[in-house]
């Protein structure tokens, strides 16, 4: 299937620190890009959807303004948690849409001490 | 109501045994119908999408029953390495927005 690349894999940071994660199509070029989260022993819950060269659409009860989206080129959108707060500690994972189909990249694991 | 609900088991089962698990979906706007694979602490891999007339890879079959909004998948002569939690997810008609049920949890013994 498609490759989908996301980095850092995790990230352990201080409360009040922003951390910015990127998410790449390797081998396709992805007009939509997807943001989700998933806390322990919860699915996967969709936070925005990140569309090139337009402004992201948010779910509802996801702050636009702390996390931060921006979908620069075909194959990259990146996702800023701006003063990520312990709460905020979850699994980032990004996933891009060809065809049918949807791949995910492997996920960062944020922790905010 | 949850979108999508599943059974979250875990089932245990021997190796080479045949399971089956079940999903049903509350949108009747459905149009697309994925099982994804999800290990420990990694991101959901695509298993297969599953097609009204029923589609099978290998060990793995999946069936749609759009009149009873529920959706199946079969695993024969199971493996060590299925172990994991599969994940039955749903698109709506004309949108881009999946929509994931909460995983039934697998684990094969020897």
């Known amino acids: 299937g498609a490759v989908v690349s996301q980095h850092p894999s995790w990230v352990i940071c201080k409360s009040g620190t922003s951390v910015k994660i990127e998410c790449r199509s390797l081998d396709f070029q992805a007009t939509t890009m997807f943001w989700y989260r998933q806390f322990p022993k919860q699915s996967l819950m969709l936070m925005a959807t990140?569309?090139?060269?337009?402004?992201?659409?948010?779910e509802q009860g996801v702050e636009k303004d702390k996390f931060l989206i921006n979908h620069a080129s075909l194959t990259l959108s990146t996702l800023t948690v701006t003063s990520a707060h312990p709460e905020d500690s979850s699994f980032y994972i990004c996933s891009a849409r060809t065809g049918d189909e949807q791949f995910f990249g492997p996920g960062t694991r944020l922790t905010v001490l | 109501r949850k979108e999508v609900e599943q059974d979250p088991g875990p089932f245990n089962v021997p190796e080479g045994a045949t399971v089956a698990f079940n999903c049903t979906y509350s949108?009747?706007?459905?149009?697309?119908f994925f099982w994804y694979r999800q290990d420990c602490r990694k991101e959901p891999k695509l298993l297969m999408s599953v097609y009204s007339s029923g589609n099978e890879d290998g060990r793995f079959t999946a069936q749609l029953n759009r009149a009873s909004q529920y959706i199946s998948l079969l695993i024969r002569d199971s493996k060590l390495s299925d172990s994991a939690t599969y994940l039955c997810?749903?698109?709506?008609?004309?949108?881009?927005?999946?929509?994931f049920g909460t995983g039934t949890q697998l684990k094969v013994e020897l």
């Open positions: 997810v749903v698109r709506a008609g004309g949108g881009n927005k999946l929509t």
């Open positions: 990140s569309n090139e060269g337009s402004k992201a659409t948010y």
């Open positions: 949108n009747s706007a459905s149009q697309s």
